[in-house]
């Protein structure tokens, strides 16, 4: 039991203080302000995170709210409930949220995935822009190639190169300069709609009149293969999910037995201060999930730190896998705690049961649930990343 401890701190520790061998600037706090210039790359996880000052390096971040008003001269790699970021970006931005505002330049490629977001008119992506979300709202520049999935989409900014958009209700009013593949339930064209590339495209009411926003010889062409594509993606999906579904449900339910049993102290701990530090956990968590991936790929690089990598990989793929578990367990814990209860082992593993059962129904509400299981298991990836430190400093 020790050892699995020692491993597990080892590799939590890693993943927060390994980039001090590349000189960079851990921060942490319930909120979190740069106002000076830092040179090298910055880390950073809180329950708000401010930054108004340039940074000479990569920005990993993870919050429940986190704003970007100056130069990032790198990467970002960013997660939080509420993202807004008006700054220069050097090069790639890759975040994920509930609300995201990109007002901003990125000088690389960008991906999204959000509950909500928006790309502003002032906005230039001189990369690729791929996103996933449950409304998109696209007013911006676009120099490469365009992939969209959403609920709700609607662009009208410039895309410059290919753009492939599907999604339930999409509204076309910007400039498109390359091919375009469209698809949708809901297709609607704007009065200033430019094409200026070969259409393809479907919805279920058929053919749509382009009319006078085909430009330069350009031509639309209703295909149904759009739809068969579509309806393909959901029948493979349909007849896996049944049987992962029940597999994991199992899978997780027993893991939640092992882990109340084995390790009950542990996650007794884990929850101690919940729910009044929820957005400082939530933040430890978004950057467990966005940070350890980078400390992996710096193990990996390193002759000596290989082995290290491996596990470290390992432990990441196996915390991901049963994360609604460890949310479960945690969970149980806090609700015992919070509720002033001396429950027995059995009435805190039926109640981790449930709220493992109730995770898994989440999950499956489109977008909402699915935020709604990341901000939860991100909060108890905070809990044990905290437990865990804890125990190492003891």
């Known amino acids: 039991m020790k050892t ?61 709210e986190i704003t970007v008003f100056d130069t990032i001269r790198r990467d970002v790699l960013v997660g939080g409930g509420r993202v807004r970021i008006e700054g220069v970006i050097g090069d790639d931005l890759r975040c994920g949220g509930g609300e995201v505002w990109l007002l901003g330049d990125v000088y690389g490629d960008v991906v999204v995935g959000s509950g909500q977001l928006e790309v502003g008119r002032n906005a230039v992506i001189h990369g690729d822009l791929v996103v996933g979300g449950g409304e998109v709202r696209m007013y911006g520049r676009v120099m490469g190639a365009v992939i969209m999935a959403g609920g709700r989409v609607t662009f009208e900014g410039e895309a410059e190169k290919d753009v492939e958009i599907r999604g339930g209700e999409i509204t076309l009013d910007g400039i498109f300069r390359g091919p375009a593949e469209i698809a949708a339930t809901d297709l609607k064209l704007g009065q200033r709609a430019e094409f200026y590339g070969p259409v393809r495209y479907w919805r279920p009411d058929g053919e749509l009149d382009f009319g006078s926003s085909l ?24 007849r896996g999910f049944s049987f992962f579904s029940i597999y994991r449900l199992l899978a997780g339910a027993l893991l939640v037995v092992v882990l109340l049993l084995l390790f009950e102290r542990f996650f007794q701990r884990s929850a101690e201060g919940l729910p009044a530090q929820w957005l400082n956990r939530f933040g430890m968590g978004m950057l467990y999930l966005i940070g350890l991936p980078v400390a992996v790929i710096f193990l990996l690089i390193t002759v000596i730190g290989i082995p290290f990598g491996v596990f470290a990989l390992l432990f990441y793929i196996f915390t991901l896998v049963f994360a609604p578990a460890l949310t479960a367990t945690v969970g149980a814990n806090a609700l015992e705690q919070y509720r002033g209860l001396s429950w027995t082992k059995g009435q805190r593993i039926l109640a981790a049961l449930g709220i493992l059962v109730l995770l898994r129904l989440l999950s499956w509400v489109p977008v909402i649930g699915w935020l709604a299981v990341l901000v939860l298991v991100s909060i108890a990836f905070g809990c044990l990343l905290k437990a865990t430190l804890a125990r190492q400093t003891a």
């Open 4 to 64: 699995m401890y020692r491993w597990a701190g080892l590799i939590m520790v890693l993943s927060i203080f390994l980039p001090q061998l590349h000189a960079a600037t851990i921060l942490t706090g319930e909120s979190v302000q740069v106002t000076n210039p830092i040179d090298g790359n910055v880390y950073a996880a809180g329950g708000k995170i401010h930054i108004s000052a340039p940074i000479n390096g990569d920005l990993t971040a993870g919050a429940g």
């Open 215 to 238: 430009r330069d010889g350009a031509r639309a062409s209703f295909d149904t293969s759009l739809k068969q594509d579509m309806d393909y993606d959901k029948g493979w999906f349909s």
